[in-house]
Structures are given as structure tokens and as C-alpha cells.
């Protein structure tokens, strides 16, 4: 079956460690994208990938990093500068003709 | 301003009854429109996709644009338990670009 990966489901923090979230898809999409999700404020851009090798800041890229070593994964590093990284994060991809397709999530938690 | 705006409810509806959810945005260049459903702690899927003014169909579901006020509306006929769900309108200005998301709709369908 075709879809997007998001691992793991849950994840937890120390103050001052840096985590990683993994994305995976496998619908050949070229463009891939992290939001995040905090009750009462909808979906938020962190960054977004539209070629392997590139990547571009959305609104809200402070204290977060990503690569696009390869077409069908998308990894985000929250770093210890993100200050407030408790939050619901969401993967997709997307293509031409079509919206996005989304991964089922992780929720990170600062312990 | 957003560019695009949307009520986050909540709103509670008994089962059967016609659900209206709508949103307002400001940017011109929108031609796509999209509905995503969001269940709790789970990936938006996409339940609507329409280009430019009009309406569309898909069995209980209707999409509905009006570009000249700058308004699109999700109907939900006979509403069920089964859709109860956070509901996203998003705009995209080209086929492939960027959506923009509305702060999404809290819906409760009650038996």
C-alpha cells in the first residue's frame, strides 16, 4: 500500500535534547512538508522540500532542522533552541493534481 | 490578517441534521479548494478537492465556492456520529503549490 510513515507515535524530551521524527512516504511524491499542530492554532509550516537536496523555511523554522538526503524521507530534528516543542507534528507530501496525503502523526512531549 | 479565516466552533449537531461549515479568505490568486477531515489524534485525510467557483458532490458532501465574496462552504446531509471530526478548509493559489489551512472546524455529530 502507498502512503506516508511517521515514526514514532509518540515521543518524549528532556529539556535540552535534540529529537528526531522520522517521514517516509513511498507515492513517488516530490514535494514534502512538516507542520505543526497546537490546539487553537490550526496547522503551522516548519519546513517544506520540493527537490531532493532543497529545502525552504516555512513560519515557523526556529529551533527545528530537516534534510531531503533522498526522494522518499523527510526527517525533522527539533533542537534544544526550540523552546516550546510540545506540539502534535504531522509529515505529508504531495504532488501535482492532487493535495496532500499526510502521515497519522507524532506527539511530542518535554518531560 | 489570516488569509484565510475559519470558525473553530466548537459545533454539536444531533444526528440527521444539515451541517454548514465555511471559511473566508483574502488571497485572489485561490483557484483550488480543499476539505480535509482531521479524527483526533490522527493525520487530516482529504474529503474535498474543487477548482474555482461552483459547487461539487461526493454522496453526503457537498463543496461550494463563491470567488467573487471570497467563501467556501462544506454541507453535510444527514449528518452521522461517524462524522464527528475537526473539519480544514484549504486554499492553494496553483495545482502543486502550497495549501494554506483554516484553523479547522470542531464538529460533534450526537446520536
Known amino acids: 500500500d502507498g502512503g506516508i510513515t511517521q515514526s514514532p507515535k509518540y515521543l518524549f524530551r528532556k529539556e535540552g535534547q535534540n529529537v528526531t521524527l522520522s517521514c517516509e512516504q513511498n507515492?513517488?511524491?516530490?514535494?514534502m512538508y512538516w507542520y505543526r499542530q497546537d490546539p487553537g492554532q490550526g496547522l503551522r509550516l516548519i519546513y517544506y522540500?520540493?527537490?531532493?537536496?532543497?529545502?525552504q523555511k516555512g513560519d515557523i523554522a526556529e529551533g527545528y532542522s530537516v534534510s531531503r538526503e533522498k526522494k522518499e524521507s523527510f526527517p525533522l530534528t527539533v533542537t534544544s533552541a526550540q523552546k516550546n516543542p510540545t506540539a502534535f507534528y504531522l509529515c505529508?507530501?504531495?504532488?501535482?493534481?492532487?493535495?496532500?496525503?499526510f502521515g497519522s502523526g507524532t506527539r511530542l512531549t518535554v518531560v | 490578517q489570516k488569509e484565510v479565516e475559519q470558525d473553530p466552533g466548537p459545533l454539536s449537531v444531533p444526528e440527521g441534521a444539515i451541517v454548514s461549515l465555511n471559511c473566508t479568505y483574502s488571497?485572489?490568486?485561490?483557484?483550488?479548494f480543499m476539505w480535509y477531515r482531521q479524527y483526533s489524534r490522527k493525520g487530516p485525510e482529504l474529503l474535498m478537492y474543487?477548482?474555482?467557483?461552483g459547487n461539487k458532490e461526493d454522496g453526503r458532501f457537498t463543496a461550494q465556492v463563491d470567488k467573487s465574496s471570497k467563501y467556501i462552504s462544506l454541507f453535510i446531509r444527514d449528518s452521522q456520529p461517524s462524522d464527528s471530526a475537526t473539519y480544514l478548509c484549504?486554499?492553494?493559489?496553483?495545482?502543486?503549490?502550497?495549501?494554506?489551512f483554516g484553523e479547522g472546524t470542531q464538529l460533534t455529530v450526537n446520536p
Open positions: 507515492l513517488n511524491h516530490d514535494a
Open positions: 522540500s520540493q527537490i531532493v537536496n532543497d529545502f
Open positions: 505529508a507530501s504531495s504532488t501535482i493534481n492532487y493535495g496532500y496525503t
Open positions: 488571497n485572489s490568486a485561490f483557484q483550488y
Open positions: 484549504a486554499p492553494q493559489e496553483t495545482s502543486g503549490s502550497r495549501l494554506t
Open positions: 474543487t477548482y474555482s467557483s
